[in-house]
């Protein structure tokens, strides 16, 4: 899909989808379900790869179909992901909270400590665009 308004960086049925949202000039990330750690790993480096790519500052996930995620692996996210994150531009992250309350909690709990990200949590894909569109520095 190189070249299209949506390139896609990582696609497994049932898990995730991570594309590059070429209109809105943000990394997009799907989820559709449970990740193992490999998985989950795929899906943060997928992210970066588009940052990286696209030069992008803005990332939407929508996981209210997120399940519970293996602490260990939320844990190399915060030590790895976030500084590459950073590193690649990202600067606004707006996180549609999963269904499941024990994800959800641990998604804010995580990100509640990136002090050097403007993080927003949203119970739509519609009011996490709205936010991620508005200007910032």
Same mark, same amino acid.
């Given at each position: 899909?190189?070249?299209?308004?949506?390139? %896609?960086?990582?696609?497994?049925?049932?898990v995730?989808? %991570?594309?590059?949202?070429?209109?809105?000039?943000? %990394?997009?990330v799907e989820? &559709?379900?449970a990740?193992?750690?490999?998985?989950?790993?795929a899906?943060?480096?997928? =992210?970066v790869?588009? @940052?990286?790519?696209?030069?992008?500052?803005?990332?939407? &996930?929508?996981?209210r179909r997120q399940?519970v @995620?293996?602490?260990s692996?939320?844990?190399?996210?915060?030590?790895e992901?976030?500084?590459?994150?950073?590193?690649?531009?990202?600067k606004?992250?707006?996180?549609?909270l999963?269904t499941?309350?024990?994800?959800?909690?641990?998604?804010e709990?995580?990100?509640?400590r #990136?002090?050097?990200? =403007?993080?927003?949590?949203? #119970?739509t894909?519609?009011e996490?665009?709205?936010?991620? #569109? =508005?200007?910032?520095?």
């Open positions: 899909m190189a070249g299209s308004d949506r390139t %896609v960086y990582f696609e497994r049925p049932g995730a989808r %991570v594309t590059w949202d070429g209109p809105r000039r943000s %990394v997009l989820w &559709a379900g990740a193992d750690s490999a998985e989950f790993t899906i943060l480096d997928a =992210e790869s588009a @940052l990286n790519e696209h030069r992008g500052a803005r990332l939407l &996930a929508d996981c399940g @995620l293996d602490a692996a939320q844990d190399r996210a915060d030590r992901w976030l500084p590459q994150a950073l590193a690649a531009g990202l606004r992250f707006a996180v549609v999963p499941a309350r024990l994800a959800a909690v641990n998604l709990d995580r990100l509640g #990136a002090s050097a990200l =403007e993080v927003c949590y949203f #119970a894909v519609n996490a665009r709205t936010w991620l #569109a =508005e200007p910032f520095e």
